[in-house]
């Protein structure tokens, strides 16, 4: 199971001193909180794609990428949200490919709508169309990293005509592909079509829902023919803060969560730790809730957590880091490994994908990459469907 953080990147003043830093610390304060992640063990760093204040995260994340990747080792550089809808599937497969390469592999991505509307006329693109696009885009996005001299054309972009995206993915392995949502079942769906992986972000929303939409995407992952329900590659946000004790925990956070960005005012912090995931406590704690998870997702691959958010000050970001890092995720790790049940497939790698392919190359099962083999080649095995509106995908 993987473990990591992810941030949006907001530029939040401080409210418990009213000192708000500049972008440009903000965006070095970012490399650090990915280097650190790297230094005490974490799997993943995640970063947000955005295109208006209050936030700093990338407008184009690969950009990030191929910086943190000149300063970390091992950890798997990935996205938070890489705007589907609005970013041109020709530039994504070019320049997370060429991020691909110059991480040696340590690079997936997670594609999302985002969740800021006006976003989609700034692009020439009308927000109504959401759905469509993520669909179309990531039909395209995949055609051009699995195919050369590429002949398309849909409903979104100007046609295509012989064109080959370059750099290719590196040893012809495409960088793995999580499709995130918080509500929309039909990005569930088309996570389940193509066997890839769904990622819910498991912040906003009470437990059961986010139980109901990854169950819905294990179903329809069965369905098309990629392994069974529980063989589906799940990955949950989180959000958390900790200190010695809950009550000093509640006391230091509670005005950053009173002045976060993003849902600053919506509740107050004992109803929002009541009714979601958002873990403020003790080390302990947020082992303990995190844990719990699998009562209600079962067994997944992946967790985030943001730690980031709402002015926290660098320096307890940093802390908050470590403590995941040599408190939390380790017992996370042991307990999550011992409660799994048998055959579950791990998180996929460039390594584990690039294994499956080899596998199915000479029909030799691999006992590393045998599961991941059916999500790596992402055949589909029967029409794409939305269950809430009835219609093909490709009539949308």
């Known amino acids: ?14 409210p418990t001193t009213g000192r708000t830093i500049s972008e ?21 760093f995640a970063t947000g794609q955005h295109h208006n204040p209050p936030f700093v995260a990338p407008a184009s994340p690969p950009v990030l990428m191929g910086d943190l990747a000149a300063v970390t080792k091992n950890i798997i550089l990935s996205t938070a949200t890489t705007l589907i809808t609005t970013t041109d599937p020709v530039h994504i497969a070019e320049d997370y490919a060429y991020a691909q390469q110059l991480a040696d592999g340590r690079v997936d991505l997670m594609l999302g709508r985002g969740n800021t509307g006006p976003v989609y006329p700034w692009f020439g693109k009308d927000n109504r169309e959401g759905i469509p696009l993520a669909i179309e885009n990531y ?3 995949r055609k051009l990293w699995s195919e050369e001299n590429v002949t398309w054309e849909g409903k979104f972009r100007t046609p295509l005509q012989g064109f080959t995206s370059t750099p290719r993915p590196m040893d012809g392995v495409a960088p793995f592909v999580w499709h995130g949502s918080i509500r929309s079942p ?3 769906e088309q996570a389940a079509y193509y066997g890839d992986g769904f990622f819910h972000n498991h912040i906003f ?3 059961e829902h986010a139980a109901q939409m990854v169950r819905f995407y294990r179903e329809r992952f069965e369905h098309y023919g990629h392994g069974r329900a529980e063989d589906a590659i799940v990955g949950l946000g989180g959000q958390v803060f900790m200190a010695d004790s809950k009550s000093k925990a ?17 509740a107050s912090l004992e109803d929002f730790t009541t009714q979601t995931p958002l873990t403020v ?16 997702i079962g067994d997944y691959q992946r967790q985030l957590f943001l730690v980031d958010h709402g002015g926290i000050p660098h320096q307890e970001v940093l802390n908050q880091i470590e403590l995941l890092g040599t408190k939390v995720v380790p017992v996370l790790r042991e307990e999550f490994a011992e409660r799994r049940a048998a055959g579950v497939p791990d998180a996929p790698t460039h390594a584990s994908l690039l294994a499956a392919r080899a596998a199915q190359a000479t029909d030799t099962p691999s006992a590393d990459a045998g599961q991941m083999g059916r999500v790596e080649a992402g055949v589909p095995r029967a029409p794409m469907t939305d269950d809430v509106t009835g219609t093909r995908a490709e009539d949308r």
């Open 1 to 14: 199971m993987q473990f990591g953080i992810f941030t949006v990147g907001d530029v939040t003043t401080d």
């Open 24 to 44: 440009h610390q903000r965006i070095k304060n970012t490399v650090e909180m990915a280097k650190v992640a790297d230094e005490v063990g974490l799997d993943v």
């Open 139 to 141: 039909a395209l996005l």
């Open 186 to 188: 039909e990005i569930a």
């Open 205 to 207: 929303w009470p437990p």
């Open 250 to 266: 509640m006391e230091t956070y509670r005005p950053y969560f009173n002045n976060a960005p993003v849902y600053g005012g919506a």
């Open 281 to 296: 406590g003790t080390p302990d704690e947020v082992i303990e809730r995190t844990l719990g998870f699998r009562e209600y």
